[in-house]
């Protein structure tokens, strides 16, 4: 399989940033300081990427290897610090840089996956990994609950995202349409699943009648 550099470096380190303004912008909205600040767009921006890397085998991590994640991770805190009053007038920020991140992952992750040679089952959960990994970091740290762990559809935008990229490739359709078709795809499902209130099932205890 012949990797576009050009193509999947720039769907990576779009996606680093955009993860990485959602962490920055997390992380002012709970005040924290400006170390705290780049601590968390770096962890959002790399964490995802970091289990995958180590999953399939790809050491050093890209995230702790390549200045341009740190760099990115550091544009971004000082952009969420400076027009911090700009991005806060935006309806749920972080969870729309966050949703402009996941597609980017989830379609870098699977592609990086499988051109380490394994299998469509390994890159589409690397791939969902990838895309969510920083994320759940992220809301933990914070102590917020992971959007993960919500009703919301959030990784399945990634499956979405993650399921394209593999099948574009085991068909050898142009990389740049599929790329970006999932990308497309996974930000759609996810803003409208933001903006209509779309949810997965919930499955709970059916309530008991009084006698019982």
């Known amino acids: ?13 779009a996606g680093t940033f955009a993860f990485a303004i959602s962490g920055a912008v997390a992380a002012r909205q709970k005040n924290l ?3 705290g600040v780049i601590a968390i767009a770096w962890l959002v ?6 289990i995958r890397d180590v999953s399939i085998g790809a050491l050093p991590p890209a995230g702790l290897a390549d200045w341009r994640y740190l760099a990115l991770a550091l544009i971004a805190s000082l952009l969420a610090i400076v027009a911090y009053p700009v991005l806060a007038r935006l309806a749920h920020p972080v969870q729309m840089f966050d949703a402009l991140g996941l597609g980017f992952f989830a379609v870098f992750g699977a592609h990086k996956s ?7 089952q390994v890159a589409i959960a690397l791939g ?12 933990v740290l914070l102590n917020r ?10 990784a399945s935008a990634a ?16 990389m740049a349409w599929v790329s970006w078709c999932g990308i497309a795809l996974c ?6 699943a933001m903006r209509l209130g779309w949810n997965l099932p919930r499955i709970g205890l059916e309530k008991s009648s009084p006698g019982e």
């Open 1 to 13: 399989m012949n990797d576009d550099i050009p193509l999947f470096t720039l769907l990576d380190l």
């Open 33 to 35: 300081d400006l170390f």
């Open 45 to 50: 921006a790399c964490g995802g990427g970091i």
């Open 114 to 120: 499988l051109l380490f040679g394994h299998n469509a």
């Open 128 to 139: 969902i990994v990838s895309a969510v990994g920083g994320g759940v970091m992220r809301d």
């Open 145 to 154: 609950l992971p959007l993960i762990l919500r009703k919301e559809i959030y």
């Open 159 to 174: 499956l979405l995202a993650a399921s394209v990229q593999v099948a574009g490739e085991a068909l050898a359709l142009p």
């Open 187 to 192: 930000f759609l499902l996810r803003y409208l």
